[in-house]
């Protein structure tokens, strides 16, 4: 256990040096070969949110199986982890909170109630601090995690229907997908205030970084394009279109994913140049989409057939299909 | 007298909250049948979108764009009520369609953002039908009355879904 974690560590700070693509690109290649050929390779799994079912599944994703299936009553939805990638805070949008997962023992060990309807769902990687997207206001929570579960700490005015999170690495910077305002809120996080909103496409959903936190993408459902905003700049800077009712983003391979929740498909593009260049067919609805940690597979959740999509992001091909509970959701940052 | 009470519900449901698609979760709802006829058979009475008349209490479609996917169609019920639906998807050699319910009271259908996918399998000389949809509930915020909850919205859908694919049958094993 202990040398499973401190290889995760390595294995993330070579990650974040590699501002030079190339080099770092090879270091980090090779480190990815070193550690598929070791014994100690990393398990990789998928923490799933099945909404209708009431439950968080933990998936091998190399042996595609559910390991566990967390009861987590309440209509679980979003989720995300923490920056030791030891807890998850799942939304429970019915059930009006945020319950806490032990993911070493796969058990809910807090639960905090929230008021309104908290889905979207994102945590400060430096600080740890929990962001709660209020579907039915203009708010977002900030909860402090503790060793009792999660405390209400404050809110930070947004636009309508805050929906997907994000926050910089340098865990300075919060932006929030405002889905009624089609904009995106830019929130200075020391100040816990808005300091630029910025217009996208229509209902914005998914919001999603790139590795280096300078470009945010968003999904907008109602006009079928993906939204590139240059986060310094504060502005949109282009769009590409996608397929019908497009949801969350996920990055690999230098290319960019999209579920399309009508088509049935996931859209890739280029990121630099925001040209379409595929759309890979999935399963019934999907909806959460997230790439691995060694970035060899892009996980899509299909919440109408009950299962999960396994895409080789370099040759853009579909390598598995695991079942599922129902309804899965895994909206936010799914993957460890 | 429930009718006008549900509308004035909806009415409230309007004004509050008109900027509000739906609420966070989505239900979904499928039923099948079998139906001893071949599936070119099935595929003539429901793989036209303009002509609802097979879906029960349907009287009159009125639409344009045939069958090319963003067509759309208004649907007449009995008692004068309308639903506007577009065709999302359409293969003809699949023999599946999809669409979405674009404008529906919720006293007629209890469900917001609806979607619903029409699929037909021939086996042999027997074809298997199936009608699924997906939605949220009709009322747009927390703590639902009980007409316009997740339960309310399923149970209006498959209540549907059941009667239609009855209606399918009976027709399709009618005579030739």
Redesign the interface.
């Known amino acids: 256990m202990m040398r499973r974690v401190g290889v995760l560590r390595r294995f993330r700070g070579v990650r974040r040096l590699s501002s030079s693509p190339i080099r770092g690109g090879r270091a980090y290649l090779a480190l990815a070969g070193l550690l598929a050929c070791g014994g100690t390779a990393l398990a990789q799994e998928a923490l799933v949110t099945a ?2 079912g009431n439950a968080v599944e933990v998936v091998d994703l190399a042996s595609r199986k559910i390991l566990q299936s967390i009861p987590v009553p309440g ?1 679980p ?1 979003g989720i995300a982890l923490s920056p030791d990638r030891k807890t998850a805070y799942v939304t429970r ?2 059930g ?1 909170g945020v319950s806490v997962i032990d993911l070493a023992a796969r058990k809910v060990t807090a639960s905090l109630d929230l008021p ?2 908290p ?1 979207g769902i994102g945590v400060n990687p430096k600080s740890g601090e929990v962001y709660v997207a209020d ?2 206001g203009t708010r977002v929570f900030v909860l402090r995690p503790g060793a009792e579960g999660l405390t209400l700490e404050g809110e930070i005015a947004t636009g ?2 805050p929906s997907g999170i994000a926050v910089t690495p340098d865990g300075a910077t919060l932006l929030v997908a405002n ?2 305002s089609d904009s995106v809120s830019i929130i200075d996080v020391a100040s816990r205030r808005e300091t630029r909103r910025v217009a996208v496409g229509q ?1 914005p959903f998914g919001l999603t970084l790139s590795a280096d936190g300078a470009t945010a993408y968003t999904a907008n459902v109602v006009s079928n394009d993906v939204s590139a905003i240059d986060i310094a700049a504060g502005r949109e800077t282009g769009r590409v279109a996608t397929g ?1 009712r497009p949801y969350v983003i996920a990055l690999a391979a230098g290319k960019g994913f999209v579920t399309d929740q ?2 049935n498909t996931v859209t890739v593009f280029d990121p630099a140049s925001l040209k379409r260049l595929a759309a890979i067919d999935v399963g ?2 999907p909806e959460g989409i997230a790439a691995t940690r060694d970035g060899r597979t892009v996980v899509v959740a299909n ?2 057939d009950n299962s999960l999509s396994l895409i080789d992001p370099s040759t853009l091909t579909i390598t598995g299909t695991v079942e599922t509970g129902d ?1 899965p959701r895994a909206f936010g940052d799914f993957l460890r | 007298m429930k009718f006008r009470t549900l509308a004035a519900v909806a009415a409230l449901a309007t004004v509050t909250f008109a900027a509000q698609a739906h609420g966070p979760t989505r239900q979904k709802v499928s039923e099948s049948i079998e139906i001893n006829a071949p599936a070119d058979k099935v595929w003539a009475i429901v793989g036209n979108f303009q002509d609802g008349s097979w879906i029960p209490l349907v009287e009159k479609t009125e639409g344009k764009g045939g069958n090319e996917v963003k067509a759309t169609r208004t649907l007449t019920l009995k008692g004068g009520a309308t639903v506007e639906e577009e065709l999302a998807k359409y293969d003809a050699e699949k023999k599946t369609l999809m669409y979405r319910i674009n404008k529906v009271d919720v006293k007629t259908l209890p469900v917001n953002d609806y979607s619903s996918t029409i699929e037909v399998e021939g086996e042999g000389d027997k074809t298997k039908m199936t009608w699924r949809g997906a939605f949220y509930r009709g009322y747009m915020n927390n703590d639902p009355p009980p007409e316009l909850n997740d339960e309310a919205a399923k149970k209006a859908v498959l209540g549907l879904y059941k009667a239609g694919l009855e209606n399918v049958k009976a027709k399709a094993e009618k005579g030739s």
Request: glycine share 16%; net charge negative; aromatic share 16%.
């Open positions: 909404q209708l209509a939805a949008p019915e009006h309104g309807g889905l579907w039915y309508q229907s889905r009624e209902h019908q009508y088509s019934d609805h919440w109408g309804g």
